[in-house]
């Protein structure tokens, strides 16, 4: 009967790692489901992240009582701050052993995840559990959307069950309250010199189109929010104007000049570092929409409106006056100044120039080289909807593993495009096991891997919090080729700029995953 439901709802990809409190659930496991064997289970969520990322409907994950779902906390906090809609689920001990704190029992296995979930739920009976799924597809999908987590006992799939689930459908969006967007478009329409900062939100729900529309009627400066695990405006736009900036001095210093700020689909504001300063420039208003009310609830400044964020821009550009009187924005400066002679090892800027050289088109970038973030905005801005990843939480060993997924999801709706990771070599680590799920299931996904021998983004956040002396920030030691050869993929060394892209452009025409290790300097991060 569940698997019935599974199948109605879409959910016939289980991504897992499998134990003994799971085998009764997989037991005669349906031949039109498939199963995405990760070998370990924080890699399990990060591709089922990005899978439902790129399908855009749930993902189903299936982990091994309380010890996986430990093991993939941390990318499931990437999950719910990107408000991707996964089902976790997790097998329980048998129901008649949980009085005795048995081996493999999760003692409170509704709260281990939280505050990381949507929803945590154990069917109080076996015959809860397939309506127990519809409750979780339900909060999973429903704005904002997220994780939600599922424990079974292992013994509940072998209860028989009477008739057919109950089946429902909900609605993924709402619209803002039209009197209220109303009031926010006259303030704009008011404005002398509005910013507009487009968050991750706005490509999750489709909206990059319409940003592009009000953006151009306004005659706005565009920012990229700070921290974006997605790009929602073109970054080769004359309109835009870069990266917000990660600090409250940082951000506050972007936005003079500016006396009306339009927040949509981010936070207010996503910082890192603490660099004093004020939120917001003197003379500075803000608005703020956002489908999550968390979000709305944690700005410190700013009138909020909920909604989801493409309908509301779309409405937005309807009501808004033209801007046609406002002064064009500055476009952004663009130095990419690079070495008069060719660096060794190279330097970052002259690894993302090269990759710039050879970029195929329509390719899905997934960036975990927190310490190059700058040169890659550079020299690789997004130019499509839907064509840039990273990590929404500030942990690593997020995009190796979404690169599988991103593929996967790609083959499951007929898309064919390349699948780039852009990686540090400390973070590739983190969940390097991967690679064996992208060769097993032939993905065309090219990973290259900057070789720093440090972990370069920590050592910047030293020298800015004045931390000499910080132990472990150096990673000699690591054959990166060696480990991913290991795991079942193509993989070489590089030290040039012309062995870079001559093996990328191979690796891009293959159909199986290649690893690219290229030596670089150290890059002292913009913070």
């Known amino acids: 009967m569940t698997y019935d439901l599974l199948r109605s709802l879409g959910l016939t990809a289980v991504f897992g790692n499998p134990g003994s409190t799971e085998q009764t659930f997989l037991q005669n496991f349906p031949d039109d489901f498939s199963y995405i064997l990760a070998l370990q289970e924080a ?3 990060a591709m089922a992240d990005a899978f439902a990322q790129v399908t855009r409907r749930p993902a189903l994950v299936n982990l091994h009582s309380s010890a996986g779902l430990g093991n ?49 739920y154990e069917p109080a009976r076996a015959e809860d559990v397939p309506e127990a799924f519809m409750r979780a597809y339900a909060t999973a999908l429903q704005p904002p959307a997220g994780p939600v987590f599922l424990s079974i006992p292992l013994d509940d799939w072998n209860h028989p069950l009477e008739g057919p689930a109950v089946l429902r459908e909900v609605s993924k969006t709402y619209a803002p ?3 209220r967007l109303r009031h926010f478009a006259e303030r704009i329409t008011a404005s002398q010199r509005p910013a507009l900062i487009l968050g991750p939100d706005v490509d999750r729900a489709g909206g990059w189109h319409a940003g592009i529309t009000l953006a151009e009627k306004l005659k706005a400066a565009v920012y990229s929010a700070p921290l974006a695990d997605r790009a929602s405006f073109p970054e080769d736009h004359p309109l835009y104007r870069g990266p917000l900036g990660m600090s409250v001095k940082t951000i506050s210093d972007r936005l003079v000049g500016h006396d009306l700020v339009i927040v949509i689909g981010a936070e207010v504001f996503r910082y890192y570092p603490y660099v004093p300063g004020e939120i917001l420039p003197a ?19 700013g009138d909020s409106l909920l909604g989801d964020p493409r309908l509301s821009i779309e409405l937005l550009a309807e009501m808004v006056g033209d801007g046609s009187g406002r002064a064009q924005p500055e476009p952004m400066a663009r130095p990419r100044k690079l070495p008069e002679n060719p660096s060794s090892p190279l330097t970052p800027a002259e690894v993302y120039a090269a990759l710039s050289n050879v ?40 995009a190796l593993p979404a690169a599988v997924g991103i593929a996967l999801g790609d083959r499951d709706r007929g898309v064919t495009r390349p699948v780039i990771g852009l990686i540090g070599d400390g973070s590739f680590q983190y969940s390097v096991q991967s690679l064996w799920t992208a060769a097993q299931h032939n993905l065309p996904i090219v990973y290259v891997v900057m070789r720093n021998h440090e972990y370069s983004i920590l050592k910047s956040f030293a020298d800015l919090e004045k931390t000499p002396g910080v132990p472990g920030l150096d990673l000699p030691g690591l054959d990166i080729a060696s480990l991913a050869q290991g795991f079942g993929c193509r993989a070489v060394d590089v030290t040039t700029t012309a062995e870079l892209e001559k093996e990328f452009t191979t690796a891009v025409e293959s159909d199986s995953p290649t690893v690219i290790v290229v030596t670089t300097q150290p890059q002292k991060a913009l913070l």
């Open 72 to 120: 993939s906390l941390g990318n499931l906090v990437a999950a719910y701050h990107g408000h991707t809609p996964l089902i976790v689920t997790a097998g329980q001990q048998h129901r008649e052993l949980m009085i005795g704190e048995p081996y493999l029992g999760n003692r409170e296995a509704t709260n281990m995840p939280k505050p990381w979930v949507k929803w945590s």
């Open 283 to 301: 003379g500075t208003q803000l608005l703020h929409i956002t489908d999550d009310p968390a979000v709305a609830g944690s700005a410190r400044v």
């Open 177 to 179: 309250d039209a009197e």
């Open 43 to 45: 890699s399990a969520i």
């Open 359 to 398: 970029r195929p088109q329509h390719a899905a970038l997934i960036n975990e080289s927190t310490s190059t973030m700058a040169q890659h905005a550079e020299w690789l801005p997004s130019v499509e909807p839907e064509s840039f990843f990273a990590t929404a939480s500030g942990g690593i060993g997020w």
